[in-house]
């Protein structure tokens, strides 16, 4: 009797903590912790609650004061329902119920959803030490997935509280570097050499310097005119404000925002109806790979 009742309490106590890590996973999926914040100041931009939902960097997203003062036409609207938001709630719950291996692998499939399926070169994970389940899960079994689907990760910086990293497709970071404006434009900033090892490596000293280096962005796939843009500080003002402030191009980067919606609500409807998660991999990759 003693030992059923320790059983049922430690499963509370787990589920609870697993709750936990469901309110916040929107704060683990975002590149920029708190501290990368506070030490960035203005350079960083505002992180919003817009934000934390799209997993993407706050360095190119619009601040506070951008949003005040650029009225809220130039927001993307993400286009949702109710049958969209029906569809979170449910990944959420299931996410919970999952064992340990199950659990990373699904809450990695939704944060990389956009890179696994082509459309972006790398995003930036942010795994919090005191969400016990998400770290323990990512230290036991994330890895192992990630080199499972042919995908790549570094970590960018390791503090007492958080793991910031870096996770990659090797041959579209090639692509993404290769690029003569896009050399050009690393090398003046230090980067050198031919290898994406050389380059991964130099985003981390850099990221170590100076939380959150600018240049990220195009290891992101945010265009270099927005990124240039964005270090320039300059008075121009964006066009729109979405999954990063646009200041040029704005229909083909809207093109590219519904392009990351879509990719994140096939992953999630996927993820939902219960396919393991090397299938749901694959069958992203079939229907947005070109």
């Known amino acids: 009797m003693v030992e059923r009742l320790q059983t049922k309490e430690n499963k ?10 469901s309110e916040s996973n929107e704060n683990n999926l975002t590149y920029c912790s708190k501290s990368d914040s506070e030490l960035n100041e203005s350079n960083l931009a505002y992180c919003s609650k817009f934000n934390l939902d799209t997993n993407e960097s706050s360095l ?17 609207q993400r286009q949702s329902d109710s049958k969209t938001n029906m569809r979170c709630l449910e990944y959420y719950r299931q996410l919970n119920s999952k064992s340990d ?10 944060a990389l959803a956009t890179l696994i399926s082509g459309v972006k070169p790398g995003t930036t994970v942010t795994i919090k030490k005191n969400k016990r389940v998400l770290y323990e899960s990512w230290s036991q079994y994330g890895g ?18 958080c793991l910031v990293v870096m996770i990659y497709d090797e041959e579209s970071i090639m692509k993404c570097v290769s690029t003569m404006e896009h050399k050009e434009f690393l090398s003046k900033l230090g980067y050198k050499g031919l290898e994406v090892d050389d380059y991964i490596s130099r985003l981390k000293d850099r990221y170590e310097r100076y939380h959150c280096p600018h240049e ?5 796939g945010i265009p270099i005119e927005d990124v240039k843009a964005f270090m320039d500080c300059s008075e121009q003002k964006c066009l729109m404000c979405g999954y990063w402030k646009v200041y040029y191009n704005r229909e083909t980067a809207e093109e590219l925002f519904r ?3 879509m990719v994140r609500d096939f992953a999630i409807e ?13 069958c992203i990759r079939e229907n947005f790979i070109n």
């Open 12 to 21: 509370n106590t787990r589920d609870n903590q697993r709750r936990l890590n």
């Open 216 to 220: 990220l962005g195009l290891f992101l």
């Open 144 to 161: 192992e997935f990630l080199e499972s689907i042919g995908l790549k990760y570094i970590y960018l910086r390791e503090t007492e509280s």
């Open 270 to 282: 996927n993820l939902i109806i219960g396919n393991n998660s090397v299938s749901i991999v694959n």
């Open 259 to 261: 392009k990351y919606d």
């Open 101 to 110: 291996k199950e659990y990373i692998e699904m809450f990695l499939i939704y």
């Open 60 to 76: 190119a997203y619009c601040s506070k004061s951008d949003l005040e003062s650029n009225e809220s036409n130039l927001a993307y």
